[in-house]
C-alpha cells in the first residue's frame, strides 16, 4: 500500500494531467471552483509565515523588478506580431511565485525563508498590478478603465491578500484555530493536484471547442513557455549569485503558481493564451526534476567519498 502511495505522489503531476485531459468534460464543469482551490492553497501556504519571518532583501527587490517590468516588455515585443503570443508570455512571468517553491528550495539546499518571503512578496505584487495591465489589455479592455479595474481587483485582490489577512489574523487572535488550520498543510499538495486536474481539464476543452484552431500557433505559445521557463531560472540564478541566493533566486523567478496563472489567462486574456502556462507546468516540473536528480546524485558521490 505504501509503495503504491508513494508511486501516485512521485507521479502527481502528469497522472493529474492526463486525468484532466481523459476527463475534461466533467472537470470543466468543475472550473468555477478553481479560485476557491488557489485560495485554500495560499491560505495553507501563509499559515506557515510569521510576520516576524518577512524580511526584505535586494535579491526580492530584483526579482520582482523583472516580474513586472519583464512581463510588460515581453508584451510590448511581441503583440504586434501575436497578440495572444504576448498575452501569453506575459502571463508566464507576471505570475507570482508557486506556494511549493519553498519546499523544492529546501530540497535543493537553498534558503527556504527568503524563498518564503518572496511567495508572499510575488502575490501582493500581481494583486495590485495584474489589474491594471489586465483593464488595458485584456477581455474587458474595451469598458471604462475604473470599471474594468475595479471588477478585475474585485476578482483577484480577495483571492491573493485575504489569504494573508486571515492566516495572520487567525495567528494572533485564535491561536488554536490557527493550530489545528496548520494540522491540515500536506492537503496542499493534494488541492494543487486536484485544481491542476481541473484547469487541465478546462485548457483542453477550450482548444476542442475552437472552430479554427491555428495549431501552429499554439505549439509557438507552449515552445515560447519553455524558452520563458529557462531564461527565468537562469536570470534569478545570476541575481541570486550575487546575495548568496542562487537557488532561492532561481526557484523564486522560474517556479511560478501555473494554476493561478491558468485562471488568469482563461478570466482576464484570450483563453488561447493559457496554453502557455500549461505548457510552463511540464516544463518548470522538468527542471525541478532534472534539479533535484542531479542533487541526489552529487548527495550520493559525496557519501561514498566519505565512507571511503
Partial sequence: ????????????????????????????????????????????????????????????????????????????????????LAESALICVLAPTATSAAVVTGMLGGSVASLTTYTLISNL??????????????????????????????KIGPLLVLPLLLAWGMQKFTPKIHRKLMSFHGLTFYIWALALMIVTGKTVSFIFK???????????????????????????????????????????LMQKNTILAIWMAQSFLNPVSSIGPASYVLWQNTLNSWQLWKKRKNDTAENSENEE
Fill in 1 to 84: 500500500m505504501k509503495a503504491i502511495l508513494k508511486f501516485i505522489k512521485d507521479w502527481t503531476l502528469p497522472l493529474a494531467m492526463i486525468t484532466g485531459v481523459l476527463f475534461y468534460k466533467f472537470f470543466d464543469l468543475l472550473s468555477p471552483s478553481t479560485p476557491y482551490l488557489i485560495f485554500c492553497m495560499l491560505l495553507l501556504t501563509f499559515s506557515k509565515l510569521t510576520p516576524r519571518k518577512v524580511r526584505l532583501s535586494p535579491l526580492h527587490l530584483w526579482l520582482v523588478s523583472i516580474q513586472i517590468v519583464g512581463s510588460i516588455a515581453l508584451y510590448f515585443a511581441l503583440f504586434k506580431y501575436n497578440t495572444v
Fill in 125 to 154: 505584487m500581481v494583486a495590485i498590478v495584474a489589474p491594471i495591465l489586465f483593464s488595458l489589455i485584456g477581455s474587458q479592455s474595451d469598458l471604462v478603465f475604473m470599471d474594468s479595474f475595479l471588477q478585475i481587483c474585485l
Fill in 210 to 252: 475552437q472552430e479554427n484552431p491555428d495549431v501552429g500557433a499554439e505549439l509557438l505559445i507552449a515552445f515560447a513557455g519553455l524558452l520563458i521557463c529557462c531564461l527565468q531560472f537562469l536570470i534569478g540564478r545570476k541575481i541570486g549569485k550575487k546575495y548568496n541566493k542562487t537557488i532561492a533566486g532561481g526557484q523564486g
